[in-house]
């Protein structure tokens, strides 16, 4: 029988394959909600919230609200409170509530989720994970349980791999989510040419993108070792979850187009992305336009 973390990670595999792409109906998903004064709840995917109104993308085309006229506001209607929760001393943030964060960088202009790629060697060897694609050559993956992970790492592959502006922010965005100072003063203190410090239950690891086990980018990883050792399976079912890097990402770094959203997706894999049977996963798959508004990846029609 597979493991909790093993089934999660297998679903999220089985679910870009066309095979399993074909037992899906077309809908649309609406991860936001807006409960108005008159009684009335409106869904969506909220795409600009401003001082005085509120602007959501709706099945077709986007709808306008004054806060006025708004009891309240939910967005993420199908994770709820997910997206406010606090952390506490030793835990990981969960992957929505890393996901929800990152939407809201405006310098953030498209997020996808990608297949995981094989990782057969080093500390992270054999760990089932979900994995997200920031904008070209960043990546986001969650190890372990994604709703309470052993482990949560920020890649940079390619021509921005050496940035250290990048680094410095992917870094920052790590260390918001420690609860002491011993846990900020490690992250810090470590050089991004690569080193490793424990603080309190975590372990903190930046890997440069010469190492064994770095597949060419640069990595800062955050993880519980003990939580990290019990996710870890068998190369048997390991393989059940992940595919060959070479098969996902190119000699670039960059995500091969069938597995971002737009024009070279195969028609199967456009219908499920577009109408989807999980709010949750709708909700990661956007861009953001010149004007910083956001759009989902597929047209509506």
Avoid at 16 to 32: M, R, T, W
Avoid at 126 to 152: H, K, Q
Avoid at 197 to 210: H, V
């Amino acid at each position: 029988m597979l493991s909790s973390t093993l089934k999660w990670s297998v679903v999220f595999l089985l679910s870009l394959s066309p095979v399993f792409l074909q037992g899906h109906n077309e809908g649309y998903a609406e991860p936001d909600s807006i409960l108005l004064k008159d009684g009335s709840t409106q869904r969506g995917v909220i795409v600009k919230n401003t001082a005085d109104r509120v602007f959501l993308q709706q099945r077709y085309g986007i709808s306008e609200f004054l806060k006025s006229h708004i009891v309240r506001i939910l967005d993420g209607v199908d994770v709820g409170m997910e997206f406010t929760e606090s952390g506490k001393k030793g835990d990981l943030p969960s992957w929505r509530v890393m996901v929800n964060d990152i939407r809201n960088n405006d310098a953030v202009k498209s997020l996808v989720p990608i297949p995981p790629t094989l990782i057969d060697n080093g500390y992270l060897k054999n760990v089932p994970y979900l994995s997200f694609r920031i904008n070209d050559y960043t990546e986001m993956n969650v190890y372990g349980n994604p709703d309470e992970p052993a482990a949560i790492e920020f890649g940079v592959y390619g021509k921005l791999s050496s940035s250290d502006k990048l680094r410095r922010t992917l870094r920052s965005f790590l260390a918001g989510f420690l609860t002491s100072r011993e846990e900020v003063g490690a992250i810090y203190s470590i050089p991004f040419s690569g080193g490793e410090k424990n603080a309190g239950d975590f372990r903190i690891r930046i890997t440069p993108a010469s190492a064994p086990d770095a597949y060419g980018a640069w990595w800062v990883c955050l993880y519980n070792p003990k939580t990290l050792k019990a996710a870890r399976v068998g190369d048997i079912e390991y393989a059940k979850t992940a595919l060959p890097p070479e098969q996902v990402v190119d000699s670039s770094g960059k995500v091969k187009d069938v597995f971002l959203g737009g024009p070279n997706l195969p028609p199967s894999l456009r219908a499920r992305l577009k109408g989807g049977d999980s709010a949750s996963r709708h909700f990661l798959e956007f861009s953001r336009d010149p004007s910083g508004w956001f759009r989902t990846l597929l047209p509506d029609n």
